[in-house]
């Protein structure tokens, strides 16, 4: 163990790099959801342009970083590094809109669970001495993702109960090693976590032990409580993930609800748009870091979060194989003091 | 800029970690090849006793993981950080091999570059200060890959003159901050070269421009010169791709062929053995470094190797759409001396 490092899975940041531009840009679901406000550019029809849908979500990322780049009054080739990750096959999406950026480039694979890998690894990098600035960008898309996990949108197939709705939504943060904050300030990386869950229909379900992992991990190594936050975010478990999420905590004697909340729950009304167990995909949770979360941390309303994204890993070859899901959660805490 | 940025790409480590142990794990084929006395286990027939080749693949990346972490003298419960990658959709391989790893784990997808993306990134957390050791591993299996990429084996479909031969191959590396050498010292992080190749047929010529950016940039970072190294390894460019590379450089006046080659070209004897341009996939380098060149830096045959593994991050889908494909190399210098 070295310094920086808090027991197991943590790394606390000895100077903690800031915020220094976040945007999105999300589709017209979503800009119809209660977060509307915080939105940097809601498209009108989700192809954003493009002939496929593929292509609409490079779109989608290309925009969400330039508009983060801008608020940071940076152009892309003063990015030392960027992160970028998606739930595509091969992960096109990242890699084919960071063509057009001159930035060295880290592809990322970690399922809704990205946008939190991408910021533990861009915080450790820029704390470590290398460079001053870092980008961190995560999409999906409802169209793209639904034709290669589940059916074409064209066969109008039915949605269990239990299932999540995969966000139309980019999301970019720039991470600089100065400025006023908000700043990063720990990093607890997730294990694999597996509980023998094989229905892809529930996500939440497999993801949240993952989530109940790292938290308690974080909760370890740092000697914090849930009462040390003022709002611990998970992202995407859904409604039925949080509720298995704050019962596992239940037994253990910790009250995680009044305190938490995840992107899922906060990213539609989930009763009047139909979302069933509310939003998923590495969009998700990255459009709402990137507006409400952050927006909420400059105007006070929060001085200190736990931003904690869960990923489920598996694909459709590994259900036809009858696997079980493995999930990962990468919690990072974000505080407006460094 | 910081200290230990040297120029755009290009990292310098302070206190650079060292290889604590290596191993790899290879398909029939691979053991049928010159660098057969290289590998640390050869299957007998590619299965590794699982009953899907994608249960074949996080065999061989467990086991090479376990082999290496054995030689390193740790158990996988002192792992810092473990990165992984691999080219199957989702990156299954990579996470369901992680599963039993007691290890914070971050996902990779960087295609056939994956083993200099984890090895950069695991090197700069050490060096940054975080933790004490850490774990790269990734693999390749021939008949997952072509299954997915291409075609289901049994069409038994031809395959083009310039096509590459994904390794049946899994290589791991553990990194430690402590220790002998050989130390990694340097790392240069890709940016997506993209010049317009569309042939998934010849994947060495989409490559070979961006590990032509790569090498340019580090020895325009570090003002070394190719003469500075007793080898200059690429992978996996194959022999076309590596003739192009040899050309973009003498265009520059820059003689490269002395003292470079590609894993691509090492792990199989091309026409014997009928891999038309020479071996591919993530676990093709992985395996050439884990065990040939390390195992010659440890034996000094070579003092201070540059290795760059390259790239091709397109996806069956974006082929389908008639997109080109953008292609990454991340360098990492290796020396007998820190």
Redesign the interface.
Known sequence: ?????LG??T?AL?YPPSFAGHANVVGKKEGQGPLAASFDFIGNDDTFGEA?W??SEQAMQKQALALALDKAGQPASSL??LFA?D??????S???A??G???????????CSTMG?GL??AA??L??????WAGVVASSHFCSAERQYRNPLEYGAQRAPTTQWTATAAGAAILA?EGPGPYLTHVT????V?RGITDTNNMGAAMAPAAYETLKAHFQDTGRAPEDYDLIVTGDLGRLGSELLEELFRRDGVELAPRHTDCGLLLYDIEAQDTHCGGSGCGCCAAVLTGYLLNGMRAGTWNNILFCPTGA??????AF?K?SI?G?CHAVTISNTR
Not at 1 to 5: E, F, S
Not at 127 to 132: R, T
């Open positions: 163990m070295t310094a920086k490092k197991r899975q790394a000895a496929t593929e292509k030392d590094w990750g739930l595509l096959n091969q992960c096109i990242s890699s084919f960071a063509r950026q001159d930035a060295p480039y880290f592809g990322l694979y970690g399922a890998e533990a690894l450790m990098l704390d470590g001495g290398f460079g001053a090693r990386a997730g294990k694999i597996d890993l598996h694909s459709p070859t590994t194989q696997e493995p990962i």
